[in-house]
Nanobody
Framework: QVHLVESGGGLVQAGGSLRLSCAAS????????MGWYRQAPGKQRELVAQ???????YYADSVKGRFTISRDNAKNTVYLQMNSLKPEDTAVYYC??????????????WGQGTQVTVSS
């Protein structure tokens, strides 16, 4: 059993910053990729940023240069530092963690979601 706990969402004015955290706990052998998705009302969930076990990162074009993803393997935690926030960043943000449960088996877990609201 693996549990993800997200924190750090909230209301911020345009141009402000927020830092999201997602901590994984439970029966974890190791973690492959960790990422953040978001879903705005009436829109599909989209990948915002991802970081591999080798610390290779990917960012959606819309957040490049403004968001930074990082991970702390000792704490099984992934972070998303969001700077220069825009109203269009408003969404529910979900973390996604690919957990290795057995030597040749991994499973993707989702966080409960945290609301980020950016006012203009």
């Amino acid at each position: 059993q693996v549990h993800l706990v997200e924190s750090g969402g909230g209301l911020v004015q345009a141009g402000g910053s927020l830092r999201l955290s997602c901590a994984a706990s439970g029966s974890i052998r190791s973690i492959n990729s960790m990422g953040w998705y978001r879903q705005a009302p009436g829109k599909q969930r989209e990948l915002v940023a991802q970081i591999t076990s080798g610390n290779t990162t990917y960012y959606a074009d819309s957040v490049k240069g403004r968001f930074t993803i990082s991970r702390d393997n000792a704490k099984n935690t992934v972070y998303l530092q969001m700077n220069s926030l825009k109203p269009e960043d408003t969404a529910v943000y979900y973390c996604n963690v690919d957990v290795v449960l057995m030597p040749v088996y991994s499973y993707e877990y989702w966080g409960q979601g945290t609301q980020v609201t950016v006012s203009s």
